[in-house]
């Protein structure tokens, strides 16, 4: 029988997951059953190999068989975590007294599912651990051996001597310990945790998880962090924020938050339905000039929108060997396009793969993943789907080389003739048909006046200066504004501002309409869930009288609707802007508006 030599462990135990499995770590006093691991008052010295090969066996051993091998884990009885070991700590080293061991009786089964195990100890040592002297331990003389039971209570240890004496020890659960920073920092002065941030023993941004829950008190020890080397005013407010909302999903490093006056544009007439507009911004003259787009709009019958086009995208690079190789793997995404759909649509309820196209540069070469994803405007979702198509793809050609989840040919913030073309998130149109009168009465300009600044500046000035995406006045205006109340992903508005508007006789009238292929928009994730975005996602989305109460929506229909409210609200910024550029009212109007003195306003003091 070939007997391992144990590594000299100190105070850590083995944690198994096969139940019938049963080994006596001698140098550790650790005894593992099951998934029980039993902790034993009493010092069991460390066993050489050369004395084990010395040792004499006086019965059959005792194995148990196991399917497959089992690599165990190492935790700590303090803190209950996954640990290192150093072989070299604890007072089991070479130089620690020696004895050989054997395995001396077979077990046997008891009611409560433990095993008899009886081990034969030659020339046993006395403990040499001091946290065993507090065990409680009896000896007796006995010509015969005794057994007892292995249970989670105590169990018998026999060593084999020439007086052979009996000797039993009390062994006890292991339990978890409280956690070894028994203090936690919550319990010290902000002048002491302030201390541990300055010496690097405190990490920043493990604030708000050490002093959970008082995520306020964790914000103002940054700020004083940061205030010892650089300037941070008090004007930054800090106080009376819920940033349980935010930890972990929206901001990390926290030191406040800032306040962007929200404003209401509207009521805007879309879709036969009147919406309030939420305008998070800080330029004046914004919100008033699209409401007075909205009114130009519902006097003239309302807008209609509608969302002719609907995908995300995301879009890894691959590389290969060759290109032979790499048009090889273009055809392979042709012709199987049902076999990565199954493996996309696997990873979420609410992905659905619509589209693959590709693009080969060189040996490299570009997937564009297009997929629906719900009310999510999911750059998450569409990324977990195309690695898990990634992964299979792996299998099938493994040489193909990874080189980024995304390479630009997505294309996700930054302007991208692909978005133009192909679309990315919700592709929308939005018009409407404003009367003559309207046009005169309510944005003071003509019909013809306002269609010859359209294609001077819109279309012919945006073409002069090689525009990609931006065949309009000012659209990103209301798409940002909108997105940040919202809760929306500010970045986005890069693409999602990309828009063409025209302008056109019908009749007398004026037919207007704005065109925008990539509004990325979500009403669950990102910013939406906090508390004063929800509230203006509310007043947007409002209440669906086409679906009764308590019936589950259809996946994906208010996001659209959002999009729709977006489209919208650009529509009726580039109605108003167009007819204060075609007027001449321009200058005037951001001077009254965005310029005013504190000193002319009323109450100012």
């Not at 941030?197 to 008082?214: G, R, V, W």
């Not at 998070?280 to 009114?295: D, I, M, N, W, Y």
């Not at 564009?368 to 998450?380: I, L």
């Not at 589950?552 to 919208?568: M, Q, S, Y």
Request: with cysteine; hydrophobic share 35%.
């Amino acid at each position: 029988m070939a007997v391992r030599e144990f590594s000299p462990i100190y105070q850590w135990g083995f944690s198994f997951k096969t139940p019938k499995f049963l080994v006596p770590l001698l140098n550790n006093n650790v005894f593992i059953f099951g998934k029980e691991a039993m902790q034993s008052s009493e010092s069991f010295p460390f066993i050489s190999s050369k004395e084990c090969e010395d040792a004499t066996f006086t019965s059959t051993p005792v194995i148990i068989k196991k399917k497959k091998r089992v690599k165990p884990t190492y935790f700590s009885p303090q803190n209950d975590s996954l640990l290192s070991i150093e072989p070299s700590t604890g007072p089991f080293s070479e130089s620690s007294s020696s004895s050989s061991s054997s395995i001396s009786s077979s077990p046997e089964s008891t009611p409560n599912g433990s095993l008899i195990i009886e081990t034969s100890n030659v020339s046993p040592t006395e403990p040499t651990s001091s946290q065993d002297s507090s065990s409680s331990t009896t000896e007796s003389s006995s010509s015969s051996s005794t057994s007892t039971p292995l249970s989670n209570s105590t169990t018998n240890i026999i060593p084999s001597s020439s007086t052979s004496t009996t000797t039993t020890t009390t062994v006890t659960p292991c339990s978890p310990a409280p956690s070894s920073n028994s203090k936690s920092i919550a319990h010290l002065s902000d002048d002491e945790i302030l201390d541990l941030l300055q010496t690097n023993k405190l990490p920043s941004y493990s604030l708000e998880s050490s002093l959970a829950p008082d995520f306020e008190r964790a914000v103002k020890l940054r700020r004083l962090l940061l205030a010892s080397s650089s300037p941070l005013s008090h004007s930054l407010p800090f106080t009376d924020y819920d940033y349980s909302q935010i930890l972990g999903r929206n901001c990390e490093n926290v030191v406040g938050y800032i306040q962007v006056p929200v404003g209401v544009a509207g009521p805007l007439l879309l879709n036969s339905r009147k919406i309030n507009l939420p305008m998070a911004t800080t330029e004046g003259c914004l919100v008033a000039s699209t409401s007075r787009g909205c009114k130009a709009i519902t006097l003239s019958n309302g807008c209609r929108a509608v969302v002719v086009d609907d995908g995300m995208t995301r879009a890894p690079a691959v590389k290969f060997e060759c290109l032979k190789t790499a048009n090889q793997f273009k055809k392979y995404i042709k012709t199987n396009f049902e076999g990565l759909r199954s493996v996309f649509e696997s990873t979420s309820r609410f992905a659905k793969l619509v589209q693959i196209k590709t693009a080969i540069a060189g040996r490299t070469v570009y997937i564009r993943f297009k997929a629906t994803t719900g009310d999510a405007m999911g750059m998450n979702m569409i990324t977990k789907g195309v690695d898990a198509c990634l992964d299979f793809l792996k299998t099938q050609f493994p040489e193909m080389e990874i080189i980024s989840i995304s390479g630009n040919y997505c294309s996700d913030k930054k302007p991208a003739a692909v978005n133009w073309i192909e679309g990315r998130g919700k592709s929308v149109v939005c018009e409407t048909t404003l009367k003559k009168s309207v046009v005169e009465s309510v944005l003071k300009t003509t019909v013809d006046a306002m269609i010859e600044t359209n294609v001077s500046k819109n279309l012919v000035g945006s073409a002069i200066a090689g525009s990609i995406g931006g065949f309009n006045a000012h659209a990103s205006n209301v798409v940002s504004a909108i997105f940040l109340a919202t809760g929306q992903d500010i970045a986005q508005n890069v693409e999602s501002s990309s828009c063409i508007t025209l302008m056109e006789r019908s009749g007398e009238d004026l037919y207007v309409s704005v065109t925008m292929p990539s509004i990325e928009v979500g009403t669950v994730g990102g910013g939406t869930h906090l508390s004063g975005q929800n509230a203006c996602l509310e007043m947007v989305l409002g209440e669906d009288k086409e679906e009764e109460k308590g019936e589950k929506r259809e996946g994906g229909k208010r996001a659209k609707r959002l999009a729709k409210a977006v489209c919208g609200g650009v529509l009726a910024g580039e109605i108003s802007l167009m007819a204060a550029l075609s007027a001449g009212h321009l200058t005037q109007s951001h001077m009254q508006l965005n310029r005013a003195k504190k000193e002319a306003l009323p109450g100012a003091k």
